[in-house]
């Protein structure tokens, strides 16, 4: 079964430092993988993806993304963590030939002053 | 650029009664519309997927005539709940994706509505 794993249900990290959020998957073939940030009650904010080429992806708010096709994974940093970073980070993989998405379970991260 | 609007924001019901949420592309013309339900702390799940004119197809589990899915117009899409209970209690979020080369390949997210049934 297609499926994408986040093993962190939050991670912690003091402002200023670098943060890693984990993102891990199971497709076929070559997927689409994608970030998002929510926000309480909030829907979703577009992030960043992975289509093709470099895979070393930047989105927004100083994000980015290293795509690694052997370990399957799409983990998401940032070299300086904001207190206002503090959200909750959805990792989404479309996979070939769908227009689905599918999303993992969700990271809540949280930045300390 | 590809924003998405959805209306209520929140809701509050009394049980048996239906519900309708909007959801609508703002700036660009959305072929495939998705709505997404998330419970607390937890993930998005795909409820159904509706392409302009055409009949939603529903995710396995998902009652169809429970949550009746309308896609009439390229920036349109309306989820109702019918005959409400406090179980469909959650966080519906509606996605849509465009069909110009500038949106092709990301869905683009609604804020979101809470439906509280009583």
């Known amino acids: 079964a297609q499926s994408v794993a986040q093993p962190e249900d939050q991670v912690n990290v003091a402002e200023g430092n670098p943060l890693t959020v984990k993102c891990t998957y199971s497709?076929?073939?070559?997927?689409?993988l994608f970030w998002y940030v929510q926000y309480p009650n909030r829907g979703l904010q577009f992030l960043l993806k992975?289509?093709?080429?470099?895979?070393l992806v930047k989105g927004s708010y100083g994000f980015e993304a290293e795509f690694n096709k052997s370990q399957t994974s799409f983990h998401l940093k940032k070299p300086s963590a904001l207190v206002s970073d503090s959200a909750l980070y959805f990792c989404?993989?479309?996979?070939?030939?769908?227009?689905?998405?599918?999303f993992g379970t969700g990271t809540r991260l949280q930045v300390f002053p | 650029g590809a924003v998405v609007s959805q209306h209520p924001s929140w809701v509050i019901c009394k049980s048996g009664t239906s519900v309708k949420i909007e959801c609508r592309s703002l700036?660009?013309?959305?072929?495939?519309m998705f709505w997404y339900r998330q419970f607390p702390k937890q993930s998005l799940m795909l409820m159904a997927t509706?392409?302009?004119?055409?009949?939603?197809?529903?995710e396995q589990g998902v009652e169809k005539d429970k949550f009746l899915i309308n896609h009439a117009s390229l920036t349109l899409s309306t989820l109702t709940v019918t005959s409400a209970h406090p179980e469909d209690s959650s966080f519906y979020i509606c996605?849509?994706?465009?069909?110009?080369?500038?949106?092709?390949?990301?869905?683009?997210f609604g804020p979101g509505t809470r439906l509280t049934v009583l």
């Open positions: 509706s392409n302009e004119g055409s009949k939603a197809t529903y």
């Open positions: 497709v076929s073939g070559n997927p689409y």
């Open positions: 992975y289509i093709t080429g470099d895979n």
């Open positions: 700036d660009f013309q959305a072929t495939t």
């Open positions: 996605s849509a994706r465009g069909a110009g080369q500038g949106v092709r390949n990301e869905q683009f």
């Open positions: 989404a993989v479309r996979p070939p030939n769908t227009d689905k998405l599918i």
